[in-house]
């Protein structure tokens, strides 16, 4: 069972919307710094973002969830 | 020949493993075409990444990366870290429900079901399983290629190549490398079906991923005469402005990048893999990790493209120097020849089966997925009076996936390298689909014509856009649409004005025409109809 609060899941729409914004990110399109010396910051920005959105996810499995888990099958795990 | 050695091992591995999975097979249809909604999150996460990332994933992000800069991983990776968690969640979570409630196998019964219209299979599978199949083709003769690269100089008496063309002397030619790996995938897809196809897939995706990373840490080690971390330092140092920014990157078309990922949500074959899993709770794995997955394959490769145009990978693998952009297939050379010469031939071989799994665990998934389709939405709809027995099922499953994979690698050997240039397009063509999906599932007002028309729309516009693009005479996949406004012109990806155009003719037509009726409605939106 999800913790599902509209209130919560009009947030995680928010956060996810936000994650599309924040993929343009045109602030740092002509920019050469290094991060750390080696990784380009608009490389090492969208890897941050793709972080960001297995949070911003965590977040909609815990709050957002669709469904309720009433259909699991029998027959156990993975297999 | 150690590398082909080490691939070998690898086939013989990944085919036993596959077949073992019929261990378990049941012999019902529902088990060869769904493995009976049994699989986890974590088999969910890999069978999901594995069939959503190609050989582009490898060989292709740095290959861009060597000829573009970092832009490719904004445009191609993280935008669909977001967007195929979106779908993941957004539509896999709900049509596994209908899926497992009224007991679909393919993404035409459900639209069939849910729009109370037998026929709409006629209008949606010539379009799905056309652009499948260009999907397919791209990636047996992607697979053929690999194995040639990779088994350059292995075989020179049986293979004598081209003299003038050192690398393809002792190679195994691509016709053949092609029907090694189609014969193998089609052995455990076979044998096995969707379990085989999901074992082969975990397995697969462990194994790209894994030595993604090895790749990277062997080759910046060996990069320079520092440890690692001075010679990444000074490889940065040297790359390029053009290669650190993105200032050769539209930003609209940066934008508009942003619609190809919605394909994902009209894939058939990942709709048959959500169908797979044991329950909603398997979702939640595959809806976080994706993103994350996807930049643990994405960011080494791209290091990897922008450190081989700087003078310091140019004296450590001078062929890297000689390499010219404008030659065509070029890009896809350079993960090779940085495997090659910094590396040893072991990895050489690891490398080679981490590329072919990834494109294996696309390719098994489409076999499958049109197999199904073929005997689910023709055969049993209009051949059997819309009953099988599981041993038919299994029967003309098998049957048609045999076909497909025979059909498949005879348009190979016509060596179609144009379908490259179609893959875009392809994904295009699925993203126009979406809004189809998105409003079965969350708009109760959709009307069959209202869906109909979307589809057509849909195929008109990919069609008049792919006519245009065809007639510039230039490269396929650089087609883009020109909106001048004040004196300005924008660039946009084709896909943009798709998804406008399909979405509209959608919203349109439903409200102008009747409703469904209630008790179809009812049966997907029981608290709103």
């Known amino acids: 069972m999800s913790n599902y609060s509209p209130g919560a899941a009009r947030l995680i729409w928010a956060l996810v919307l936000l994650l599309i914004i924040l993929h343009q990110d045109v602030w740092f399109w002509e920019s050469d710094y290094l991060v750390l010396g080696i990784m380009p910051i608009g490389l090492f920005y969208h890897a941050c973002l793709s972080m960001a959105a297995g949070f911003v996810w965590y977040l909609a499995t815990l709050y957002a969830w669709p469904l309720d888990d009433i259909t699991s099958a029998k027959n156990g795990g993975d297999q | 020949m150690i590398s082909t050695v080490v691939i070998a091992c690898y086939l013989t591995l990944l085919l036993a493993l596959g077949l073992s999975s019929n261990r378990?097979?049941?012999?019902?249809?529902?088990?060869?075409?769904?493995?009976?909604?049994?699989?986890?999150?974590?088999?969910?996460?890999?069978?999901?990444?594995?069939?959503?990332?190609?050989?582009?994933?490898?060989?292709?992000?740095?290959?861009?990366?060597?000829?573009?800069?970092?832009?490719?991983?904004?445009?191609?990776?993280?935008?669909?870290?977001?967007?195929?968690?979106?779908?993941?969640?957004?539509?896999?979570?709900?049509?596994?429900?209908?899926?497992?409630?009224?007991?679909?196998?393919?993404?035409?019964?459900?639209?069939?079901?849910?729009?109370?219209?037998?026929?709409?299979?006629?209008?949606?599978?010539?379009?799905?399983?056309?652009?499948?199949?260009?999907?397919?083709?791209?990636g047996v003769l992607g697979a053929g290629t690999v194995v040639n690269?990779?088994?350059?100089?292995?075989?020179?008496?049986?293979?004598?190549?081209?003299?003038?063309?050192?690398?393809?002397?002792?190679?195994?030619?691509?016709?053949?490398?092609?029907?090694?790996?189609?014969?193998?995938?089609?052995?455990?897809?076979?044998?096995?079906?969707?379990?085989?196809?999901?074992?082969?897939?975990?397995?697969?995706?462990?194994?790209?991923?894994?030595?993604?990373?090895?790749?990277?840490?062997?080759?910046?080690?060996?990069?320079?005469?520092?440890?690692?971390?001075?010679?990444?330092?000074?490889?940065?140092?040297?790359?390029?402005?053009?290669?650190?920014?993105?200032?050769?990157?539209?930003?609209?078309?940066?934008?508009?990048?942003?619609?190809?990922?919605?394909?994902?949500?009209?894939?058939?074959?990942?709709?048959?893999?959500?169908?797979?899993?044991?329950?909603?709770?398997?979702?939640?794995?595959?809806?976080?990790?994706?993103?994350?997955?996807?930049?643990?394959?994405?960011?080494?490769?791209?290091?990897?493209?922008?450190?081989?145009?700087?003078?310091?990978?140019?004296?450590?693998?001078?062929?890297?120097?000689?390499?010219?952009?404008?030659?065509?297939?070029?890009?896809?050379?350079?993960?090779?020849?940085?495997?090659?010469?910094?590396?040893?031939?072991?990895?050489?071989g690891f490398l080679a089966a981490g590329v072919l799994a990834a494109i294996m665990s696309s390719l098994d998934s489409q076999f499958l997925c049109l197999g199904t389709m073929f005997t689910n939405n023709i055969v049993k709809e209009y051949f059997a009076q819309g009953t099988m027995s599981d041993k038919q099922t299994v029967f003309w499953t098998r049957t048609f996936i045999v076909l497909v994979v025979l059909i498949t690698y005879l348009f190979s050997l016509l060596e179609p390298r144009g379908v490259f240039g179609l893959g875009v397009w392809c994904f295009s063509g699925f993203s126009s689909l979406f809004p189809l999906v998105f409003a079965a599932l969350y708009w109760p007002r959709l009307t069959r014509a209202g869906a109909y028309a979307s589809i057509i729309a849909a195929a008109g516009t990919w069609l008049w856009l792919f006519l245009s693009a065809w007639k510039t005479g230039k490269p396929l996949a650089d087609y883009l649409l020109e909106v001048k406004v004040g004196g300005t012109v924008y660039d946009f990806m084709p896909v943009t004005l798709m998804i406008l155009v399909s979405a509209t003719v959608l919203v349109v037509v439903s409200l102008l025409t009747k409703p469904l009726p209630e008790e179809t409605v009812r049966k997907f939106f029981p608290k709103r109809a």
């Open chain 2, 24 to 138: 378990l097979f049941s012999g019902s249809g529902k088990d060869y075409q769904l493995a009976t909604h049994s699989i986890g999150p974590f088999m969910l996460l890999m069978s999901l990444f594995g069939t959503t990332m190609t050989a582009f994933a490898l060989i292709g992000s740095t290959g861009e990366a060597w000829q573009n800069g970092i832009g490719v991983y904004g445009k191609m990776a993280s935008s669909s870290g977001i967007i195929h968690s979106l779908c993941f969640f957004l539509l896999g979570v709900r049509l596994w429900r209908f899926g497992k409630e009224y007991g679909y196998a393919t993404q035409i019964e459900f639209f069939q079901d849910r729009l109370a219209s037998p026929r709409i299979g006629l209008l949606l599978f010539p379009i799905l399983v056309s652009m499948v199949i260009v999907y397919i083709l791209a």
């Open chain 2, 149 to 348: 690269v990779f088994t350059s100089g292995a075989f020179p008496n049986l293979f004598p190549g081209n003299p003038a063309s050192p690398p393809s002397v002792g190679a195994v030619p691509t016709w053949l490398g092609s029907g090694i790996i189609c014969v193998v995938v089609l052995l455990y897809v076979f044998f096995g079906g969707m379990r085989g196809t999901a074992w082969a897939n975990t397995f697969q995706t462990l194994v790209f991923m894994v030595l993604g990373v090895v790749t990277f840490l062997v080759i910046a080690s060996n990069l320079g005469d520092g440890g690692i971390w001075e010679n990444m330092r000074q490889a940065s140092e040297m790359v390029g402005e053009r290669w650190k920014t993105r200032t050769g990157t539209s930003k609209t078309v940066f934008l508009t990048y942003m619609f190809i990922p919605l394909s994902v949500g009209m894939f058939p074959h990942l709709f048959q893999h959500w169908l797979t899993a044991r329950s909603a709770e398997a979702f939640k794995l595959p809806v976080v990790a994706h993103p994350i997955f996807i930049m643990l394959v994405w960011v080494p490769c791209i290091m990897l493209g922008i450190w081989a145009t700087t003078e310091m990978a140019h004296a450590a693998v001078p062929p890297l120097g000689r390499l010219d952009p404008e030659v065509p297939d070029s890009a896809n050379k350079v993960l090779p020849m940085l495997v090659k010469g910094l590396s040893s031939p072991i990895l050489g």
